[in-house]
């Protein structure tokens, strides 16, 4: 499955990048082909293309705050969940995409 993320937290500093890092990770390791774009006190880094955005199978925004620009991804199945549950517990994020 092809899947693009969003993670973002009020400051953007190390939560944002741990979520980031547990998503894609954990993605690998299910087998999925997964990018991250992260929102924070620098901006946006890593900004997801239309391209990437529309070939996604799904969106995860694991946000604290509101996602920037998130009508890019309208139309799409999003799961929504905390920073702090795809640091955690990020298999169950996965589970929640479904099939």
Same mark, same amino acid.
Do not use: W
């Given at each position: 499955? $092809?899947?693009? +993320?969003?993670? %973002?937290?009020? =400051?953007?500093?190390?939560? =944002?990048?741990? +979520?980031a890092e547990q998503l894609e990770k954990t993605g690998r390791k /299910?087998?999925?082909?997964?990018?991250?774009?992260?929102?924070? *006190?620098?901006g946006i880094e890593n900004e997801l293309s239309a391209k990437e955005? !529309? %070939? #996604?199978?799904?969106? @995860?925004?694991? +946000?604290? @705050? #509101?996602?920037?620009? !998130? &009508?890019?991804? *309208?139309?799409?199945?999003?799961?929504? =969940? !905390?920073?702090? &549950? %795809?640091? $955690?517990?990020?298999? +169950?994020?996965?589970?929640? /995409?479904? $099939?």
């Amino acid at each position: 499955m $092809k899947i693009v +993320a969003v993670t %973002a937290c009020p =400051t953007g500093i190390a939560h =944002t990048y741990m +979520a980031a890092e547990q998503l894609e990770k954990t993605g690998r390791k /299910l087998g999925h082909n997964v990018n991250v774009e992260t929102q924070g *006190a620098m901006g946006i880094e890593n900004e997801l293309s239309a391209k990437e955005i !529309s %070939a #996604a199978d799904a969106v @995860i925004f694991a +946000a604290d @705050i #509101a996602v920037q620009n !998130s &009508e890019r991804f *309208a139309g799409k199945k999003i799961v929504e =969940t !905390s920073v702090q &549950e %795809a640091i $955690k517990r990020p298999e +169950a994020v996965f589970g929640r /995409l479904g $099939k």
